[in-house]
């Protein structure tokens, strides 16, 4: 028995070894350098990482560690964003107040408080017309007397349209109202000031109080037309508007051209645009863009800045001047215009230049709005959904091609022009006829989509900015809107944004919806 218990305890040593002693035959992997180890005692391998006191601790840390996560997995879904971060303005004044800054809170909180004021139709009292679309508008900043707002729209281009915007004591748009006031004729309008055959541009002249348009196809005799606003003596009647809409005014004249040999053959030429010039420039009443360069009405003259040239040439397809669809007149400098169009190249037109030499630069696409917004910065967009602010001073002049002698020198200095702001998430693939508009003041940009919607941005960072009053307009245009401006109507102290949507004028202005949201 003394033996066979000597054998049986020789048996088991090996398996009291494996269930009583800390030595693990199976290897394990390292994560790091995916090999082989063998887990030991300590006094056998001492300073070894894979001593089994160690591997142990490890074990229970990455444990600990793999709770930790879960825990904090579980814990997002219990932590909400407070609503009030969410709103534009609460939100932001709490961010200014743990020290984020963010340069686009003033405008941001204008944009998400604008709402629907109403609109105002221009066809109820016309009756069918052929076209329901607004191609051009012009707001002007209204009867101060009366408190009348005045738009003239062009409905169906070969028509100037005005009408009134009365607004209620909430600032929403009532057509009703007109019957509290003594208008022209006794109408409520909208009241037909003239017929125009194809009107492209129209702007409203402050200081002359008259509105300024082009046609698309102009004669000999209209080459630049002016409409004045017939203005009456109310004797002290606030309920009597003293720009009286409707009443052809005696000194309303068409511009006829001076170079009647440039201008005389039908086709020759087409106006795409123009630009009012500056209210202390008396001599200057506009700038014209055509496809055949720039003309600026000076002195009681109309004349070419960029001849023009003749379209048998084959060298028409080269030229700078193919198309030009905006002009603008540079802040404070009423000697230096803005111009662009096809193929996207912007020109800082010098007229005081004796040589013709201007300066330009190049933009990434067909230049169809520009908008200066000081001395320094001007706001560019085109088609192929490119929008940026490019700061002028970066343009140089350098060496410059051979002049050709059809066309003034230009100086080509593109790879200076680089774009201080971009607007990423602008969107106009092709059309060169959208809706754009600027207000300096706010620094806010109002651009018409190819889809019908209408976005917000800031001139500060080119973000677009949340606005659902604004995008109520996408849902009532059948296409992409080509009127949009800001103006700022009489006792206001916010610029609202108007559009023209179908064959009424919308207003969006900052504030309540209603006196019961007010309240």
Request: aromatic share 8%.
């Amino acid at each position: 028995m003394e033996q066979l218990g000597y054998y049986f305890g020789r048996f088991l040593t090996p398996i009291k070894a494996l269930l009583f002693y800390p030595v693990l035959l199976m290897p394990v992997t390292d994560p790091e350098k995916k090999r082989y180890f063998k887990i030991e005692k300590g006094k056998n391998a001492p300073g070894s990482v894979w001593t089994l006191d160690k591997v142990k601790k490890r074990k229970l840390e990455d444990e600990q560690a793999a709770s930790a996560l879960r825990r904090l997995n579980l814990n997002k879904g219990r932590i909400k964003r407070a609503r009030a971060l969410n709103d534009t303005i609460a939100g932001g004044f709490f961010a200014r107040e743990y020290g984020i800054k963010n340069d686009d809170l003033p405008v941001a909180g204008y944009a998400s408080g604008l709402v629907d004021k109403g609109s105002i139709s221009l066809v109820s009292e016309l009756g069918p017309t052929d076209c329901h679309h607004i191609n051009a508008m012009c707001i002007s900043p209204g009867d101060e007397w009366s408190g009348l707002g005045v738009g003239f729209v062009s409905l169906n281009w070969s028509q100037l349209l005005s009408t009134y915007i009365p607004r209620d004591k909430n600032g929403r748009i009532q057509r009703s109202l007109l019957a509290n006031y003594r208008t022209p004729f006794h109408q409520m309008g909208p009241w037909v000031e003239f017929g125009c055959r194809q009107i492209s541009d129209m702007k409203f002249d402050h200081r002359r109080n008259a509105i300024l348009l082009t046609q698309r196809e102009p004669s000999r005799n209209a080459a630049v037309v002016m409409h004045r606003i017939q203005e009456a003596d109310t004797y002290g009647d606030t309920k009597m508007p003293r720009l009286q809409l409707g009443v052809r005014s005696k000194t309303s004249r068409a511009m006829a051209p001076m170079f009647v040999e440039d201008l005389s053959r039908a086709g020759e030429y087409q106006s795409n645009c123009l630009a009012v010039g500056p209210d202390w420039a008396s001599n200057i009443l506009c700038a014209v863009g055509t496809n055949r360069g720039i003309m600026q009405h000076k002195g009681n003259r109309l004349e070419w800045l960029a001849p023009h040239i003749n379209s048998s040439k084959k060298s028409r397809k080269d030229n700078a001047f193919r198309d030009i669809f905006s002009v603008a007149y540079l802040k404070s400098h009423d000697q230096v215009i803005l111009a662009g169009g096809r193929p996207g190249r912007c020109f800082l037109a010098d007229t005081r230049a004796i040589d013709k030499t201007w300066l330009s630069f190049q933009h990434a696409s067909t230049i169809t709005h520009i908008k200066p917004l000081d001395d320094k910065y001007v706001l560019v967009s085109g088609v192929r959904d490119k929008m940026c602010i490019y700061d002028i001073r970066s343009v140089k002049k350098g060496t410059f091609p051979r002049p050709k002698p059809e066309s003034p020198r230009f100086v080509d200095w593109s790879e200076h022009a680089r774009a201080v702001v971009s607007f990423p998430e602008y969107k106009n693939k092709a059309h060169i006829d959208h809706g754009l508009d600027v207000d300096v003041e706010m620094g806010l940009v109002a651009a018409a989509h190819d889809n019908g919607d209408v976005a917000l941005f800031s001139t500060k960072t080119g973000h677009r900015l949340k606005s659902p009053g604004v995008g109520d307009f996408s849902r009532q245009a059948g296409e992409h809107i080509k009127a949009l401006q800001f103006q700022r109507l009489p006792g206001d102290t916010t610029p609202s944004l108007f559009a023209g949507v179908g064959e009424k004028i919308h207003m969006r202005s900052f504030g309540a919806g209603s006196l019961k949201e007010e309240a």
